[in-house]
């Protein structure tokens, strides 16, 4: 039995581009997604002097794209952290920044130092909730890429 394919050239071709078709809507998708994400992450992010927020970052690649807060200190404000020092100055520095303890910084900055080092600091996961908050957005853009590739085939 011989089975002949009318247009088999063009057949093959549009079968080889599928795959290049795909990676465009992909891409797309995880391009909206880590944006939305990003966005939301800046809404979420607690604000002392807004260098968190200005360091929450997106890069692509070929099918991958992330999302990071690059600061210094972004994991232990997400995670939260073990009992530990911070130097006074540090803390006076924030209180300012924050407009907290204006009659006496250094007694509220010594106040929370000692809170640090017997308890830690509490998390405040931003990034999780930015996730959590832009789920069903990012599942819609990966719906979309899907039903375009359907199209294309």
């Given at each position: 039995m011989k089975i002949v394919i009318k247009n088999e050239k063009e057949l093959m071709a549009g079968l080889k581009a599928v795959p290049a078709k795909a990676r465009i809507e992909i891409n797309n998708a995880i391009k909206k997604s880590a944006i939305t994400l990003q966005r939301e992450a800046?809404?979420?992010?607690?604000?002392?002097?807004?260098?968190l927020r200005g360091h929450i970052n997106t890069r692509f690649g070929e099918l991958i794209g992330t999302v990071?807060?690059?600061?210094?200190y972004s994991a232990s404000i997400e995670?939260?952290?073990?009992?530990?020092y911070v130097?006074?100055?540090?803390?006076?520095?924030?209180?300012?920044?924050?407009?907290?303890?204006?009659?006496?910084r250094y007694a509220f900055a010594k106040a929370v130092q000692r809170k640090i080092a017997q308890r830690g600091t509490k998390a405040n996961p931003f990034m999780g909730r930015a996730v959590a908050?832009?789920?069903?957005?990012?599942?819609q853009f990966?719906?979309?890429?899907?039903?375009?590739?359907?199209k294309k085939i």
């Open positions: 800046m809404i979420q992010a607690p604000v002392a002097s807004g260098k990071m807060a690059s600061t210094d995670y939260g952290t073990k009992p530990h130097p006074t100055r540090a803390l006076v520095n924030w209180a300012t920044t924050k407009g907290i303890g204006r009659n006496n908050r832009t789920d069903r957005k990012v599942q990966f719906n979309i890429a899907g039903n375009n590739i359907a």
